[in-house]
């Protein structure tokens, strides 16, 4: 399935997280999964939350630079090689991974990711 998530786009800084993890605490916005990646002097913070359209509203009025994508979300039963499986069929037909982060919820495993094909994998997950 696609879900919706958000890349913030924050100073390699003390502070900068902070301000966007306060900015969903005072807008009672609820965090699920989140992944930073960095270079020197920037970051982009990936973020999955309960409501990605008011949280995109909120980071923007707060002048945070924001952007919204989709991305795929594959819920996955909590055993060992489960990711590989899913990884492997992905791979099988010629679709490359750009990013992926996973996480568990509820006892499954999620794995969220985006790749080179999106219109073939979402022919494939379903």
Same mark, same amino acid.
């Given at each position: 399935?696609?879900?919706?998530?958000?890349?913030?786009?924050?100073?390699?800084?003390?502070?900068?997280?902070?301000?966007?993890?306060? $900015?969903?605490?005072?807008?009672?916005?609820?965090? =699920?999964?989140?992944?930073? /990646?960095?270079? @020197? %002097?920037?970051?982009?913070? &990936?973020?999955?939350?309960?409501?990605?359209?008011?949280?995109?509203?909120? $980071?923007?009025?707060?002048?945070?630079?924001?952007? =919204?994508?989709?991305?795929? /979300?594959?819920? @996955? %039963?909590?055993?060992?090689? &489960?990711?590989?499986?899913?990884?492997?069929?992905?791979?099988?037909?010629?679709?490359?991974?750009?990013?992926?982060?996973?996480?568990?919820?509820?006892?499954?495993?999620?794995?969220?990711?985006?790749?080179?094909?999106?219109?073939?994998?979402?022919?494939?997950?379903?």
């Amino acid at each position: 399935m696609t879900i919706k998530q958000l890349s913030v786009f924050i100073e390699n800084r003390s502070g900068t997280l902070l301000r966007v993890f306060s $900015l969903f605490k005072e807008a009672r916005i609820q965090l =699920i999964a989140c992944t930073t /990646a960095d270079t @020197l %002097d920037y970051g982009i913070c &990936r973020i999955i939350c309960d409501d990605p359209q008011r949280a995109l509203q909120v $980071l923007k009025d707060a002048g945070v630079s924001v952007a =919204i994508s989709d991305v795929f /979300a594959l819920q @996955l %039963d909590n055993k060992p090689g &489960r990711a590989a499986d899913a990884i492997e069929v992905l791979s099988q037909n010629g679709i490359g991974i750009t990013y992926l982060y996973s996480f568990m919820m509820d006892g499954k495993g999620v794995l969220i990711f985006r790749t080179d094909n999106p219109e073939k994998t979402e022919k494939l997950l379903h």
